[in-house]
């Protein structure tokens, strides 16, 4: 819904939306329609002339390309520098954040308890 609303306003007009999300007209509209009934404003002034969108549907608009750059940039191979953005399979989440965060550090277990079982 979110992404229908941003095509929309970044294009100017519902058709245009469509084409760039490869969704039908009526999908399109009733997208938008759910998404101003849950969120309880309109966002996009209909009428004669060209779509554009209410003063709150622009601030909603902001905000939500702001988060989708946010998204986008962090899914980024860049945003971890050179570090895949996944631990590999023999580090653990934990390991892998320590590791990335503070590269120059060692992180082994030595010293480390172990589980055993009671004697």
């Known amino acids: ?11 100017g007009s519902i058709s245009a939306g469509t084409r760039r999300q490869g ?9 938008i329609q759910r998404l101003e009934h849950d969120l309880g404003v309109r966002l996009l ?10 003063p709150t ?3 909603f608009y902001d905000r939500q390309s702001s988060r989708q750059r946010s998204a ?5 191979p860049a945003a971890c520098g050179t570090r895949s953005a996944t631990p590999p ?5 934990a390991s892998w954040i320590l590791t990335t965060s503070y590269p120059s ?3 082994g277990t030595a010293g480390a308890s172990s589980w055993s079982s009671p004697p």
């Not at 986008?72 to 980024?76: G, H, L, V």
């Open 89 to 93: 399979m023999s580090q653990t989440p």
């Open 72 to 76: 986008a940039a962090a899914r980024s």
């Open 23 to 31: 969704v039908t007209q009526p999908a399109m509209k009733r997208q």
């Open 1 to 11: 819904m979110f992404a229908s609303f941003v095509a929309v306003a970044q294009e």
């Open 45 to 54: 002034a209909r009428g004669t002339g060209p779509l554009r969108t209410t």
């Open 105 to 107: 550090q060692r992180h």
């Open 57 to 59: 549907g622009a601030r």
